[in-house]
């Protein structure tokens, strides 16, 4: 597995990006109707795989979407979303060091790629690279992230945004799928509950995305088609009691610590089920 903390900085940076901005957009197009600068940085499906997970869940081939299905999706849409699927597959398998199902993603991943033409040129020496290190999970690793960091830098600088966004909405929810699902997920662990419930910044992101990028049939079946696990994130919230007075003493004011409490459990639950049902209607 890649090292953990290595990763929560990278997608620490990635939310402080997001933050910025979105900021920096909304203060030029104060200033210059005319003049709007965008820029968007979703965290990769490893990055929120591993985020999530924190390295405790286990290898789990049975949740995959079958590489036999890449030529099912019609429209493209649909083909977008699976794109962010296989990508999700392939950083999982790449993640658990599973070298043959790797390749296979690989392969899927590029095949669609130029079908969505969302490639740029150096995508194809990536190939060959990927061919002389297949016993090198290090080199993998690398591969897999440039493969990436290629394909959102060619969809920025082409202002393909709507097909950035669908792609990552893919993968946010196939990445959330394998972390809650997989062998070993600790769903009722505290600490993994949060981190799950972290993620409801990204889902925030690609809303503003859909917004502004994607036409008006499409923006409206992917907020219909999300507004259940948008509901549930924003029920996901933890109630904390208002500090209570405890006393006073010289006419010092004793403040008696609040007690947190919330919902969670029954949360988090929800969220799997929005989940688990999202991910079925999307990749079937």
Known sequence: MKVFYNQKCTWVLAMLLIWSSSVFSMDVESQDEEFIVEFYSIPSPDEILTYIHNSEIQFTPRLLNDVRKSDSYNTFRDRLLA????LANLAYSISFEQNHTGLQY???????????????????????????????????????????????????????????????????????????????????????RMRVWDQKMIMDQLVVMFNRHLNEPVRKAMLNDMEGLIDAFNEFTIETESPKVAGTSNGVITIGGGRATGSTVNSIRRIHEEVNKLRGKWVN
């Open 83 to 86: 794109y962010g699927f296989y």
């Open 106 to 192: 690989f392969n899927t991943v590029d095949e669609m790629g130029r079908q969505l033409n969302i490639f740029p040129p150096e995508v194809e020496e990536l190939g060959h690279r990927l061919m002389r290190n297949m016993n090198q999970m290090d080199s993998l690793n690398l591969i897999y992230d440039e493969l990436y960091l290629l394909v959102i830098a060619n969809l920025h600088d082409t202002d393909r945004f709507g097909e950035y966004a669908l792609i990552s909405a893919g993968g946010f929810v196939e990445s959330l799928y394998l972390a809650l699902n997989s062998d070993g997920s600790k769903i009722h662990d505290d600490g993994f």
